[in-house]
T-cell receptor
Framework: AQTVTQSQPEMSVQEAETVTLSCTYD???????LFWYKQPPSRQMILVIR??????QNATENRFSVNFQKAAKSFSLKISDSQLGDTAMYFC?????????????FGKGTKLTVNP | DSGVTQTPKHLITATGQRVTLRCSPR?????VYWYQQSLDQGLQFLIH???????AKGNILERFSAQQFPDLHSELNLSSLELGDSALYFC?????????????FGSGTRLTVV
């Protein structure tokens, strides 16, 4: 079974500080894709960052970066210079292939609150 | 605006009723995915359609069905509704062959069964 685990149900951080959200996953595939999605109070699911497993370099998108540890099956998200607008649920997701189809499998999410 | 359109945004209905949720994928995307988001279950994959054909099923109840039409819009039909069906239902679309791009999600339909 392929699962995605986010061990921190809730986190908080002060504005302008850095926070790291954890994610571990389980898979037997050799090449795969990992994602972080953000769901603000508006409930829209927004893609934050993505990582391809065969690429050793960690992905970066402005203030968002990942620490991808393939051997440990770990995919954490670091948010630098946190802003009030970063307050949201963050979901880690794994792209699973399944006989001619694929689907995103999500963790249960981490609720991040950025405090002024 | 993500380019994926879902209607209606909110729906309140009684137990035992039937509702239809509609989704139009982003222009050029042939795949449509339906997800259910409830408080205790997180985001659960329901079903995947590609260019009108069902490609994969997830944890979709027999009371639920879906289809994708020739114009690529999709409908999710929920029947004999129960209180536990109250959830946020998302539609997403993707570009075929571009697994690494992830999905583009609509803004969801909030279903409340009373």
């Amino acid at each position: 079974a392929q699962t995605v685990t986010q061990s921190q149900p809730e986190m908080s951080v002060q504005e302008a500080e850095t926070v790291t959200l954890s994610c571990t996953y389980d898979t037997s595939e050799s090449n795969y894709y990992l994602f972080w999605y953000k769901q603000p109070p508006s409930r829209q699911m927004i893609l934050v960052i993505r990582q391809e497993a065969y690429k050793q370099q960690n992905a970066t998108e402005n203030r968002f970066s990942v620490n991808f540890q393939k051997a440990a099956k770990s995919f954490s998200l670091k948010i630098s210079d946190s802003q009030l607008g970063d307050t949201a649920m963050y979901f880690c997701a794994f792209m699973k292939s399944q006989g001619g189809s694929e689907k995103l499998v999500f963790g249960k999410g981490t609720k991040l609150t950025v405090n002024p | 605006d993500s380019g994926v359109t879902q209607t209606p945004k909110h729906l309140i209905t009684a137990t035992g009723q039937r509702v239809t949720l509609r989704c139009s994928p982003r222009s050029g995307d042939l795949s449509v995915y339906w997800y259910q988001q409830s408080l205790d279950q997180g985001l659960q994959f329901l079903i995947h359609y590609y260019n009108g054909e069902e490609r994969a099923k997830g944890n979709i109840l027999e009371r639920f069905s879906a289809q994708q039409f020739p114009d690529l819009h999709s409908e999710l039909n929920l029947s004999s509704l129960e209180l536990g069906d109250s959830a946020l239902y998302f539609c997403a679309s993707s570009v075929e062959g571009k697994r690494g791009y992830g999905y583009t999600f609509g803004s969801g339909t909030r279903l409340t069964v009373v």
